[in-house]
């Protein structure tokens, strides 16, 4: 008896396509239907139980059915096997383009090239000369463009600082990031219009903001939560070693709340903090760290001790936080943004309620 042959990548490509129809029938789902995502993706990276990295290429086991997959898929490690590239998850990426409500014709800008599979999405919804993607990495920026070209993709790719735009293709009537930001950069409004829209990542979620002309924007977050790789730039570690000497504090916030309730919030209030949580025998979270660019550090215990040191008091936002949001896990959707000349702030609940500077670098 013959055994039956394995999927084509056409057939799983359609397969995945229609398994993102929320019954909403994007115009985007023909795209994922279309644009062969393995060969933006030849091979990607995946972690063992014990936390170490092995790649996994075309050919191997579980390859295709992993791309066609609603799955992140790391794409780059750096020497120390931290990742610094991925290919987004299909369903977080397919969120973000609704959102923008772009039609074919509309110039659009992308922050964050990466692998490519996403401009040549859009590009196939919006036209090539439509399209202009920027990376700063000039490694991936060629493997991009090659795995384009193959594919009959050219929009405009190019290396360099994604912040800054490309003003002498501006205005743009879309703008979208897949690299996380701390704010929507002064640049990019520089090269927009009334009404163009900006979809970006910031902190653990994705923000939807109107551009409104004069320095001035608007706007609120997805509901679906999200994390992108930072833009690359210097940083400090955890000064956990130092922390120790500190005098310890109480705190009746649960440490745990630093990982689920309050870590969207959180990302908005300390804009590129990072943290790390330890954990016994059964799993139980027994104490989190977080630190900052810096050299902020602080931790804190499930007895209720924190100790931080630094110019800023991390364990302090945290409380304040705590104020704010007492009970539940607050929504990403009940969050917002305004953009004015003189600076960028998130609110909750309405512009007029709390609310946290975005940083000014």
Not at 128 to 155: C, E, F, H, I, M
Not at 272 to 278: D, F, R, T
Request: proline share 8%.
């Amino acid at each position: 008896m013959n055994e039956p042959s394995a999927p084509t990548p056409a057939a799983l490509r359609a397969k995945f396509a229609a398994s993102l129809d929320d019954g909403q029938r994007s115009k985007w789902l023909a795209a994922f239907a279309s644009v062969p995502r393995e060969l933006f993706v030849p091979r990607f990276h995946q972690q063992d139980d014990e936390g170490r990295w092995y790649k996994v290429s075309d050919g191997d086991p579980g390859y295709l059915e992993t791309v066609y997959s609603d799955t992140a898929l790391t794409t780059q490690l750096d020497e120390h096997g931290i990742p610094t590239s991925s290919s987004s998850a299909p369903r977080l990426m397919l969120a973000m383009l609704d959102a923008l409500g772009a039609e074919p014709g509309d110039r659009l800008y992308e922050l964050g090239l990466g692998t490519g599979y996403n401009a040549a999405l859009i590009s196939s919804v919006l036209g090539d000369d439509s399209v202009v993607s920027v990376d700063v990495d000039p490694g991936l920026v060629r493997l991009a463009q090659d795995r384009l070209a193959v594919t009959g993709y050219r929009p405009f790719v190019f290396t360099g600082n994604g912040t800054e735009g490309l003003p002498e293709r501006a205005p743009y009537d879309r703008m979208i990031a897949t690299a996380g930001l701390r704010r929507i950069p002064p640049a990019l409004l520089s090269q927009a219009h009334e009404g163009t829209v900006i979809v970006a990542p910031i902190g653990y979620g994705i923000a939807r903001v109107v551009v409104a002309g004069g320095g001035k924007a608007a706007g609120r977050f997805l509901p679906v939560p999200a994390f992108f790789m930072r833009r690359r730039g210097p940083a400090r570690n955890p000064d956990f070693s130092g922390v120790e000497s500190a005098v310890g504090e109480a705190t009746a916030v649960p440490v745990s709340d630093v990982l689920d309730r309050l870590r969207f919030p959180l990302s908005l209030a300390l804009p590129g903090y990072n943290s790390c949580s330890w954990r016994d025998g059964k799993g139980r979270v027994t104490g989190v760290g977080l630190w900052a660019e810096d050299g902020s550090t602080a931790t804190a215990h499930a007895t209720g001790t924190v100790r931080q040191i630094g110019p800023q008091r991390l364990w302090d936002t945290v409380e304040d936080l705590a104020s704010v949001f007492r009970e539940g896990t607050p929504a990403h959707e009940d969050f917002g943004i305004t953009v004015t000349p003189d600076g960028q702030r998130f609110w909750y609940g309405d512009p007029k309620g709390p609310c946290w500077p975005a940083p000014k670098d």
